[in-house]
């Protein structure tokens, strides 16, 4: 059960042109070549159904927790993970919301699922903190962004460059020791402007582990920079993306009786469980203007994801024994009991994802027509090595280790 903190404190800081400082409230505008919709009136004219979600509504909810700010768009369902929004479950119009797997997720109009073809359902999503309004189109516009058809798309809108000189600094506490630390500072100076940014976040979780010191949340840092060259009728993006996460997860739930005396409790058989990952991401995106009439937008990306997520199987074999009356799986749980053979699987998996997609909107009399793409190529490699423990005194013993590997690709033509 999560219990909210009662305490938190934040400080937002802005540098504007001539070095004054100010409130954070006045941001940069967002680029055009990176969103699917647009604003919230531009979502009315749509075919299909569109939402925006912009940048006041984003710090109204909780802007660090995708849930929370899904939760107020229509059609649009979420299931809690972890109870800190790094892994939502999302759906759309009836789709199973299971890791995201039905919906098509993208950060400035690029597929960001570690292998959107081949393995859609992977733990990964952008840190939330630094995006500044979020788009969901739903209907039968979806069906140029694919490859999930059926749910609807989710496009994540990043920090802008800004169209002059501009800082901004926020920093986040609470009671519990957990901090949220978002900074920024770019400039646009006659063709050129370029952005900086770092999103740091650490959290100390809810939850306490029998006999172990450590915690039950998560470290987070991300990096993002942009550089663009802007000309009369063409523009140039680079984006370069890179982020660390350290979280103490696990799937090791509770007994009935244990759940009702503590429900923030954690065996210490979970205490080695521990999610890991990286990811990097980079992508050039070129808009040309060919006529009043006639635009392009043409990107290149690449996104390479690695994850390990460490955890203890058959943990809950254990507990439904207990829940039968089971004397000694209770006592394994709660360490008194020496047991062996138990067994924690780095479920590690690298995944690659890149290719280049082109659209062109075309504006003929009244009607507007968009033709476009995609060349995509993505692949996963599994390894993972089962550790051996036993349990002894309360303590965890290393045994040995059995390896296993297994590798997914798939590749796709262009798709208009």
């Known amino acids: 059960m999560f219990k909210p903190s009662r305490l938190s404190l934040a400080v937002a800081i802005s540098l504007a042109p001539g070095m004054s400082w100010a409130a954070g409230d006045d941001q940069p505008q967002m680029l055009e070549p990176m969103e699917i919709i647009g604003d919230a009136s531009a979502a009315q004219t749509l075919p299909g159904s ?234 050039l995106t070129h808009q040309f203007e060919w006529s009043d009439n006639v635009s392009s937008t043409t990107t290149l990306y690449r996104n390479d994801f690695k994850r390990n997520w460490y955890k203890l199987s058959g943990g809950g074999n254990i507990i439904d024994a207990a829940n039968t009356g089971d004397a000694n799986a209770q006592g394994i749980l709660d360490g008194t009991v020496d047991t062996s053979g138990l067994n924690y699987k780095n479920n590690a998996r690298e995944y690659v994802s890149q290719g280049v997609q082109t659209n062109f909107d075309v504006t003929i009399g009244n009607h507007e027509f968009d033709f476009g793409a995609r060349a995509h190529e993505d692949e996963m490699d599994r390894f993972q090595p089962v550790d051996v423990y036993d349990q002894v005194n309360g303590s965890l013993v290393f045994q040995n280790s059995v390896a296993q590997r297994a590798a997914i690709t798939a590749s796709r033509p262009a798709k208009p």
């Open 50 to 283: 569109g939402y925006v979600v912009g940048e006041q509504q984003m710090k109204t909810e909780v802007e660090t927790d995708i849930n929370q700010v899904l939760k107020t768009v229509p059609g649009v369902y979420v299931r809690e993970e972890e109870g800190l929004g790094l892994r939502p479950n999302i759906g759309i119009r009836g789709a199973t919301a299971e890791r995201s797997s039905n919906v098509t997720l993208m950060e400035d109009g690029i597929l960001i699922a570690p292998a959107p073809y081949s393995n859609p359902a992977a733990y990964y999503f952008p840190t939330f903190k630094r995006m500044s309004s979020l788009e969901v189109l739903k209907g039968a516009p979806l069906l140029r962004y694919g490859p999930q058809t059926t749910g609807g798309v989710i496009n994540l809108i990043s920090t802008p460059i800004p169209d002059e000189q501009k800082g901004y600094v926020e920093a986040v506490t609470n009671e519990r020791g957990s901090t949220d630390v978002h900074a920024t500072y770019g400039d646009t100076n006659g063709d050129w402007g370029y952005l900086f940014e770092t999103v740091q976040r650490s959290a100390q979780g809810f939850k306490d582990i029998d006999r172990s010191n450590r915690n039950s949340g998560f470290d987070i840092s991300d990096y993002v920079g942009k550089l663009r060259w802007q000309g009369d009728r063409q523009s140039v993006t680079a984006k370069l993306q890179y982020s660390e996460e350290t979280s103490n997860s696990s799937y090791l739930g509770l007994t009935d009786a244990d759940f009702s005396q503590d429900p923030n409790r954690r065996y210490g058989l979970s205490s080695p469980d521990q999610m890991d990952n990286t990811h990097s991401g980079v992508s």
